[in-house]
């Protein structure tokens, strides 16, 4: 593996060889199910993370990572969350590891980062369904910037719950036209959400407030038709 | 189209002429042609469509759609400037042709969401890169458009179920590419699996090409008439390379599909085609397999997928997809039916036996649904559920150890690093 590695650090580029990386990727595979090595494996990809590499080798990096990746690897990954250049290949491994530390290294980094990579972070809360970020999320949803509050708004739909619910609701007077279909369509998520979960009374308050006459008549029939599949689906 | 103002366009037009020739009299508002009356498709039953890619398949598809009755192209899009200018000039010249004047009315944007708020397109046909299909159907279905979306359905699993809730959600017509439904030599060979003509099916060998070989691909300058940035969307940066979208003087279906970052290989490519009537003939368009094993080089030499009914399912050599029974087989490709007993290629299907929905053109049976507000031959889920299967053999290969699948809750069972690959982070800041 030391040879390997070496590739990563020193030489691999896009158009190089992919020999190196084949051939790790292989010892990764052969090693499922063996904690000790791969936890040697991690810290040696990390070790990788952490050089002169070129952007190519931290990018298939993370790329394992995020098959292999646990908890060790967390603040690693979290110390490029806020560079705009390597913020997406560090969400690329943190959305695929389970567990609370990756979701508190992303909320962390949420207040310190800035244009595409603060809006990136809001999509991997939202795609982890992290509960724990709704309040966060919901101050961006009233941002200025269109993009980040539609990501805002879609982040805060697929968390769900009750407290994603009243966000959604409480901004849903003061967002701009350009928010308003990433809102309905977050709302409705929400609602599906909560149907899913088993808390219907709180979906039907959803579609109901959605079949309301100044709503486009798209998201009202889909919320008529949410409604129906709550009651269906008891 | 169920537009945002709650009429839709046909409707509208449909009223506009009936107001114009029945009540008020004042039959030049609306042309004839727009009525219909000179043979063509009145106005309010012709359905607008929108082209978001228009490179070789693309083109294929724009082509197919401006010689299809009742349909008419409005605008085109692409990140291509050359590819978008062949489109805009292909759809033009199409029309000045058949009214017999200039026409330069085809609408050409870069920017795929420029194209999806136009209230008056009421469909969509998506033929970008498979890593583009997810953002681009999802968008199109918020925005109350019917969709034809070419195969691979998607580039995750993950992504295929989003794209089958957003179209569920809107109530949206949608057919998935994967034309070979449309072809009787495929239906009729799943006809004859589904009435027991070959007795009990057993083992079904679907001959495809492998998952994505990554090969090495160096940079190379970005081509004046190309975004490259929004070329790869939602994937991860890398720098460009001709080899992933060449320049337009090359007729050639591109490589990008095999790197994973942009498509499945032959796995998702051809596999969305063969795998997809194996799963017709099964009659599993809901469900999927149960476990999935790679080639160990000891019992499973192929990649090999078991059913619960107990049909295993291998890649291997096969004109096509051959389905092997307790009494016979049957063999289907392309123009290209082989059975044994050799007369079962002659069976006409009886009344009162299971007959497979009859589509004989993937494009018209599409615009049929949009006018009857009814699914068509190869609705969403299942395209949903034909690429979860070539999905599942790619991440075998990946694993390299046997995986077993749930699917109803289309999750692996005790893998927790396979369900990792169920989905994948999107490049800031799309998300779908």
Request: charged share 25%; hydrophobic share 40%; net charge neutral.
């Amino acid at each position: 593996m030391e040879q390997q590695i070496e590739a990563l650090k020193t030489t691999y580029d896009w158009g190089q060889s992919r020999v190196p990386l084949t051939e790790l990727s292989d010892h990764i595979r052969a090693s499922f199910g063996n904690e000790t090595e791969l936890k040697n494996i991690r810290t040696a990809l990390l070790s990788v993370l952490d050089s002169d590499a070129k952007y190519a080798a931290k990018q298939y990096v993370c790329r394992e990572l995020s098959i292999i990746g646990n908890d060790d690897c967390v603040p690693a990954l979290a110390k490029l969350l806020t560079d705009e250049k390597l913020s997406d290949m560090a969400r690329y491994a943190l959305e695929r590891i389970p567990g609370p530390a990756v979701d508190k290294a992303l909320l962390a980094a949420l207040p310190r980062a800035e244009g595409k990579a603060k809006i990136g972070i809001v999509n991997t809360l939202g795609n982890r369904a992290c509960r724990d970020a709704v309040s966060e999320t919901a101050k961006l949803a009233r941002s200025s910037d269109e993009a980040l509050a539609c990501a805002a708004v879609s982040a805060l739909g697929k968390m769900g719950g009750a407290e994603a619910a009243n966000a959604l609701a409480q901004v849903a007077d003061g967002v701009s036209e350009k928010v308003k279909p990433a809102l309905y369509d977050a709302r409705l998520t929400c609602a599906d959400r909560m149907v899913a979960e088993g808390d219907r009374a709180g979906a039907r308050k959803i579609y109901q407030s959605l079949t309301a006459t100044g709503v486009p008549q798209l998201v009202r029939t889909a919320a008529l038709r949410g409604m129906r599949d709550a009651v269906s689906s008891r | 189209m169920a537009s945002t103002s709650g009429v839709t366009r046909r409707q509208f037009l449909a009223k506009a002429a009936g107001t114009a020739v029945g009540v008020v009299g004042i039959p030049h508002l609306v042309s004839s042609s727009a009525l219909g009356q000179d043979g063509n498709t009145a106005a309010s039953e012709r359905i607008t469509l929108g082209f978001i890619g228009c490179g070789k398949q693309g083109t294929y598809l724009l082509q197919s759609f401006l010689n299809a009755r009742g349909a008419q192209v409005l605008a085109v899009c692409d990140v291509d400037k050359l590819k978008l200018e062949r489109a805009k000039r292909i759809s033009d010249e199409h029309y000045a042709r058949r009214s017999g004047a200039s026409y330069q009315g085809c609408g050409a944007a870069g920017e795929f969401r420029e194209l999806l708020a136009r209230a008056d397109i009421d469909a969509v046909v998506i033929a970008t890169p498979d890593h583009w299909h997810a953002i681009g159907v999802i968008e199109a279905a918020r925005v109350g458009k019917d969709i034809y979306c070419e195969k691979p359905l998607s580039q995750t699993i993950a992504e295929a179920r989003a794209m089958v809730n957003a179209v569920r959600r809107y109530n949206r017509v949608f057919q998935t590419g994967s034309m070979q439904r449309s072809d009787w030599h495929f239906r009729l060979g799943c006809e004859l699996v589904r009435n027991g003509y070959i007795g009990d099916l057993q083992h079904i060998t679907v001959g495809v090409g492998g998952p994505p070989a990554d090969q090495p691909l160096p940079a190379e300058t970005v081509p004046d008439y190309l975004d490259w940035d929004r070329w790869l969307g939602p994937a991860l940066w890398r720098t460009y390379n001709s080899d992933l979208s060449p320049h337009i003087s090359q007729d050639v279906f591109p490589n990008w599909r095999y790197h994973s970052e942009f498509g499945g290989g032959a796995m998702t490519d051809w596999g969305a085609h063969h795998f997809d009537i194996a799963q017709w003939a099964m009659g599993m368009d809901e469900s999927g397999p149960v476990e999935i094993i790679p080639p160990d080089g000891k019992d499973y030499r192929v990649l090999t997928y078991k059913y619960a009914s107990g049909v295993t399912m291998v890649r291997d050599n096969a004109n096509g997809v051959l389905f092997s029974g307790t009494k016979g087989i049957v063999e289907t490709n392309r123009g290209h039916l082989r059975t044994s007993p050799e007369e079962l290629k002659d069976v006409q299907i009886k009344p009162d036996e299971i007959h497979l929905y009859e589509s004989n053109n993937h494009y018209v049976d599409w615009l049929d649904a949009i006018r009857k507000r009814a699914k068509p031959v190869c609705d969403i889920e299942t395209g949903c559920r034909s690429v979860t299967v070539c999905h599942l053999g790619n991440i075998a290969y990946k694993l390299q150890r046997p995986l077993r699948w749930d699917p109803e809750k289309e999750v692996f069972v005790g893998d927790d690093e396979a369900n990792r690959l169920l989905s994948r982070s999107y490049r800031s800041p799309w998300q779908a």
